[in-house]
């Protein structure tokens, strides 16, 4: 009896191997030929599941995106207790800094493919992703959340708050990647910000404070 093909384990299995790739050698510099070879399946199969590089490259930043989801729930996981919205805000942020190879690949892809389809009309016509205003979204809903609550400053602007921290975080990154400051030092940027919008403090830090085994960084929980 031939074996069942499973058609998501295998979109999936191609998925990261494009992501292996181009963490070592660069978005720009990756085929479908070089992923086919990383995966060890024929180009043709490749073929089959994206037809064309742009929509395997819309793909691998898919499952880039399903992955960094699923770091942030690890570490807001580690705080032990519901989180808050200054924890969740905090885990969000500093999830996107590259701070091991996982994360480091993360922005990098993340970075080169925007940058890419600046010039690139072909990848400029896929949708970066399903909702590009998705995280502003989350990170607007959390610190409007955190004003009703008490915790933040009535009088910031919730919207105008979360642009500027997800562009500081992508700035941030930026810098850690090619060298230019270190991820603690862009972690410290990012808390001095949170510390100003957040200004009741932290019930995990008044009891003395719950390091991220991680980062070291303090999670608070609301």
Same mark, same amino acid.
């Given at each position: 009896?031939?074996?069942?093909?499973?058609?998501?384990?295998?979109? %999936?299995?191609?998925?990261?191997?494009?992501?292996?790739?181009?963490?070592?050698?660069?978005?720009?510099?990756?085929?479908?030929?070089?992923?086919?070879?990383?995966?060890?399946?024929?180009?043709?199969?490749?073929?089959?599941?994206?037809?064309?590089?742009?929509?395997?490259?819309?793909?691998?930043?898919?499952?880039?995106?399903?992955?960094?989801?699923?770091?942030?729930? %690890?570490?807001?996981?580690?705080?032990?207790?519901?989180?808050?919205?200054?924890? %969740?805000?905090?885990?969000?942020l500093l999830s996107s800094l590259p701070t091991d190879e996982e994360s480091r690949v993360f922005h990098l892809l993340y970075t080169s493919y925007a940058i890419l389809s600046v010039t690139d009309e072909a990848l400029a016509a896929q949708p970066f992703i399903d909702n590009p205003d998705s995280a502003e979204d989350v990170l607007t809903a959390l610190l409007r959340q955190a004003q009703e609550d008490g915790l933040a400053d009535p009088g910031a602007d919730a919207r105008t708050e979360a642009i500027g921290l997800l562009a500081m975080a992508a700035g941030l990154g930026t810098g850690v990647l090619v060298g230019q400051r270190g991820p603690e030092s862009a972690a410290e940027v990012l808390r001095h910000h949170l510390d100003r919008i957040f200004t009741a403090p932290a019930k995990s830090e008044a009891r003395g404070g719950k390091r991220h085994p991680e980062h070291g960084s303090t999670v608070s929980a609301r």
């Open positions: 009896m031939p074996k069942r093909v499973d058609h998501e384990e295998r979109r %999936t299995q191609i998925a990261e191997a494009l992501v292996r790739v181009a963490g070592r050698r660069g978005l720009h510099a990756v085929g479908m030929r070089d992923v086919a070879a990383e995966a060890g399946v024929s180009l043709r199969l490749v073929q089959y599941y994206f037809q064309t590089k742009e929509k395997l490259l819309l793909h691998g930043l898919q499952h880039l995106t399903d992955r960094f989801t699923a770091r942030v729930g %690890t570490r807001l996981a580690a705080v032990g207790e519901p989180p808050g919205p200054r924890a %969740t805000v905090e885990a969000i």
